[in-house]
C-alpha cells in the first residue's frame, strides 16, 4: 500500500490514505441524492445511476475488494465565490483521478476507480449510444451510495479541510488477493 500511496502523491494528489474496504456501507439514501437529479446526469450518463448498478450489485462488489486508496485533490479559495479556483481545482482532480486509474488498471487488474462526480471523459456522455471508453469510465463514490465523509473518516483523511478550501475525494479498490 505504501507504494500506492507514493504513487497516487506522486501523480499530484494533495491526499493519499489507505482505506479499508469493508469500512465502506452502501447506503440508499446516498443513491437517492443521486436521484433528485441535482447534476443532470441521474439515467443520462452511463456511469450515473441507475445505469451504474442496483445498490446490491455495488455492494456485493465492494465486498469482493480486499484494499483501498482512497485520494483528495485540495484547493484554496479566495472566497466562497470564488468560482475559477474551484473549477481549476476540480480539472486538476479529473486529471490526476484519470492517470492513476490508468497506471492503476495496467499493474492491478481488477482494480475499482469511483471518482467524484460523474465520469466526464467525454465532454458528453454517448447514452443512450454505448460508452465510448467502457475500459477507461468510472462511476463516482456516491453513486456507488458511498458517503464520502465515511469514506474520509475510515482512512483517517480530512474531509473538510478549513475555511476557503475545497476537497475532491476518489478511492481506488483492489480485489482480495487469494
Wanted: proline share 5%; glycine share 8%; hydrophobic share 40%.
Amino acid at each position: 500500500m505504501k507504494e500506492r500511496i507514493e504513487l497516487a502523491l506522486a501523480q499530484g494528489f494533495t491526499c493519499a490514505a489507505a482505506l479499508d474496504p469493508g469500512a465502506l456501507a452502501v447506503r440508499a439514501e446516498v443513491r437517492d441524492m443521486c436521484a433528485a437529479d441535482k447534476c443532470r446526469a441521474y439515467g443520462r450518463n452511463w456511469t450515473c445511476p441507475p445505469h451504474c448498478g442496483f445498490l446490491e450489485e455495488c455492494a456485493a462488489r465492494l465486498g469482493e475488494m480486499g484494499s483501498g486508496l482512497l485520494v483528495q485533490t485540495v484547493g484554496q479559495l479566495e472566497d466562497s465565490f470564488d468560482f475559477e479556483a474551484m473549477a481549476e481545482t476540480e480539472k486538476r482532480h479529473l486529471e490526476h483521478f484519470h492517470a492513476l486509474a490508468d497506471l492503476l488498471r495496467e499493474k492491478c487488474p481488477g482494480v475499482l476507480c469511483l471518482g467524484s462526480g460523474g465520469c466526464r471523459l467525454c465532454k458528453s456522455c454517448a447514452y443512450p449510444e454505448p460508452c465510448r471508453f467502457p475500459e477507461r469510465a468510472c462511476s463516482s463514490m456516491e453513486g456507488w451510495g458511498l458517503l464520502v465523509n465515511d469514506a474520509c473518516q475510515a482512512a483517517g483523511v480530512p474531509y473538510y479541510h478549513g475555511k476557503n478550501t475545497l476537497a475532491y475525494t476518489a478511492c481506488y479498490l483492489f480485489p482480495r488477493v487469494s
